[in-house]
């Protein structure tokens, strides 16, 4: 029998390295390669809602699933004439993040919308992120204590998501401003978090910008179709080579709840049909 060539220990780490990025349980976790059909994943559940709702809204999802949960202060800022996407007019609004098994997401939702009463206007928002990817501990621990272990039905698709998120970093001071740009272009509203940059000199160095370290982050849900609108205003009014020093960016959203009862209602009924 010919003897095995021994590796190089460089070759011999790049070889390990191969093995964990493909064998290893978290890289289906982290995208590195396509995961099982059913698998069950962890999804982002943000959640704004009114203050007093904040202790209802843990409990009902711990009622039907599990959720790991932080949540933080935040101001809504829509006129009270219209369906704010994220809360109703100059009020205290408590944001919550939350990491849940997508198995249990419909049901979560289905919950939140009607123990929560999302579907009463002024009442908050409850979305859904895709994360790509996620503590191994973690999110082990979250989808083994789901109610239902594998997630079935259709994979929400890139082409049939119908509202994303915009992130919006200004300047401390030049949120008003902000908000009043992404009006302009068809926002109903948003959600304020004040923030603290932290030293960010070597990123800066390469976008030739320097960032003031107190910022307000703008959040605004929106459907697809209006998204580049609104961003193309937050650049010309609050962008980068503003004084406001923006940074604005979006993020896919798969399910929602207390936005459009139609659009809502629409995965649902694919889900009972399969």
Do not use: W
């Amino acid at each position: 029998m010919a003897e095995k060539k021994k590796l190089p220990a460089r070759s011999a780490a790049l070889a390990g390295l191969t093995n964990i990025l493909t064998d290893n349980p978290i890289a289906n976790m982290l995208g590195k390669r396509p995961a099982p059909k059913g698998q069950n994943r962890v999804k982002l559940l943000v959640s704004i809602v009114n203050k007093r709702d904040m202790t209802r809204l843990k409990e009902v999802i711990d009622e039907c699933s599990v959720s790991l949960s932080v949540d933080f202060p935040g101001l809504g800022t829509a006129h009270s004439q219209v369906l704010d996407y994220l809360g109703i007019g100059e009020t205290e609004k408590t944001v919550a993040l939350s990491l849940i098994p997508e198995s249990d997401e419909p049901v979560i939702m289905r919950e939140i919308r009607s123990k929560i009463s999302l579907y009463l206007v002024g009442r908050g928002i409850s979305f859904t992120i895709p994360l790509t990817g996620v503590s191994e501990i973690v999110a082990n621990g979250i989808t083994g204590a789901a109610a239902n272990r594998t997630a079935e039905g259709e994979k929400i698709m890139e082409s049939t998501r119908k509202y994303d998120l915009i992130v919006a970093s200004v300047a401390a001071g030049f949120v008003d401003e902000a908000m009043e740009a992404a009006r302009s272009a068809g926002a109903a509203g948003g959600t304020i978090l004040h923030a603290h940059a932290l030293d960010n000199a070597k990123a800066e160095q390469f976008i030739g910008v320097s960032l003031l370290q107190e910022r307000d982050l703008l959040l605004i849900l929106t459907k697809r179709d209006g998204k580049l609108p609104i961003m193309q205003a937050l650049f010309e009014k609050v962008g980068l080579k503003t004084e406001a020093g923006g940074i604005i960016f979006s993020l896919p959203v798969d399910r929602t709840a207390g936005i459009s009862a139609a659009d809502e209602a629409e995965p649902e009924q694919k889900e009972e049909t399969h």
